[in-house]
């Protein structure tokens, strides 16, 4: 079975600096896809940024970036220029197929002025 | 174009009631999947509905079961209540053939039971 695990259950950044979450993932499968998702207060899962396994470039969106490392199942998230909106849990998930997202446990982002 | 919407917002209930949490998938998909997201949890897939049918299952008991319509909108059901069952119900939809660029999520149900 697939899992997907966060290290890290809490971060604390400051507003204009660079934070980086860490994921890593267990998979048998060669071609699936990885997502984060951020969940603010409001509780609505929202997407951040998608990477396709097969595709060597790492995704990008405005100031989130990921580091794909295929062979060492690792999936880490970046966010440059951190701001007080980026305060969340993040959530990273794994699908493949027809399978259906599989999520860790989350890390707790603290955006501070 | 409205997204994903849950009902109720929230929901208290006692240990051994019934009780039916609604979804309406964002237009255009087709398939509803629910989560079970405990408390400082990540969320816990519970079943999924595609074509009325439900398509894949989590390990969860049978006391969890769900509902798709023709117009794709979704029930999850879940009968004698446990302290346990106490969580953010959330409610993803997708289109079967692109599931694969992610899901929408609404905002949840709330359940507590006391």
């Known amino acids: 079975a697939q899992t997907v695990t966060q290290s890290q259950p809490e971060m604390s950044v400051q507003e204009a600096e660079t934070v980086t979450l860490s994921c890593t993932y267990d998979?048998?499968?060669?071609?699936?896809?990885l997502f984060w998702y951020k969940q603010p207060p409001s509780r609505q899962m929202i997407l951040v940024i998608r990477?396709?396994?097969?595709?060597?470039q790492n995704a990008t969106e405005n100031r989130f970036s990921v580091n794909f490392q295929k062979a060492a199942k690792s999936f880490s998230l970046k966010i440059s220029d951190s701001q007080l909106g980026d305060t969340a849990m993040y959530f990273c998930a794994y699908l493949w197929g027809y399978s259906t997202l599989t999520f860790g446990k989350g890390t707790m982002l603290l955006v501070s002025p | 174009d409205a997204g994903v919407t849950q009902s109720p917002t929230h929901l208290i209930k006692t240990r051994g009631q019934q009780v039916t949490l609604r979804c309406s998938p964002k237009?255009?998909?087709?398939?509803v999947s629910w989560y079970q997201q405990a408390l400082g949890q990540g969320p816990q897939f519970i079943f999924q509905y595609y074509e009325e049918e439900e398509r894949q299952r989590g390990n969860f008991p049978d006391r969890f079961s769900g509902h798709q319509f023709p117009n794709y909108s979704s029930e999850l059901n879940v009968n004698a209540l446990l302290l346990g069952d106490s969580a953010l119900y959330l409610c993803?939809?997708?289109?079967?053939?692109?599931?694969?660029?992610?899901?929408?999520f609404g905002s949840g149900t709330r359940l507590t039971v006391v």
């Open positions: 998979t048998s499968e060669s071609n699936y896809y």
């Open positions: 237009s255009g998909h087709d398939t």
């Open positions: 993803a939809s997708s289109l079967a053939e692109q599931q694969t660029y992610g899901y929408t």
């Open positions: 990477q396709e396994a097969y595709k060597q």
